[in-house]
Nanobody, 121 residues
Framework: QVQLVESGGGLVQTGGSLRLSCEASGGTFSMGWFRQAPGKEREFVASLTRFGSGTHYADSVKGRFTISRDNAKNTVFLQMNSLKPEDTAVYCC?????????????????WGQGTEVTVSS
């Protein structure tokens, strides 16, 4: 059984940084980060392949966010820099059994509970 546990969320001012972590148990998979802001649909943020060779980013976070992984620690990271109020959301990590980095949430089979990120203006 795959379990995903996120951490690292919090309150930060505009322009600040946070690093989210997602610890996975039960295997090594292609991973993704998604977010859902209040009153909005869940949206794709970033993803990477099982060994980190391929990544995808949403246009809204390109150049500001970096997804990476440490397979020795079964952990995936999302480094978020230059944060904006519109980045405020609950961030969830997810696991996919497909080889390529996935942007569609339907291609993920396991999800964490999420960690909340609030960016104050």
């Amino acid at each position: 059984q795959v379990q995903l546990v996120e951490s690292g969320g919090g309150l930060v001012q505009t322009g600040g940084s946070l690093r989210l972590s997602c610890e996975a148990s039960g295997g090594t998979f292609s991973m993704g980060w998604f977010r859902q802001a209040p009153g909005k649909e869940r949206e794709f943020v970033a993803s990477l392949t099982r060994f980190g060779s391929g990544t995808h980013y949403a246009d809204s976070v390109k150049g500001r966010f970096t997804i990476s992984r440490d397979n020795a620690k079964n952990t995936v990271f999302l480094q978020m820099n230059s944060l904006k109020p519109e980045d405020t959301a609950v961030y969830c990590c997810a696991a996919s059994s497909l080889f390529a980095a996935q942007t569609d949430s339907r291609n993920y089979f396991a999800w964490g509970q999420g960690t909340e990120v609030t960016v104050s203006s």
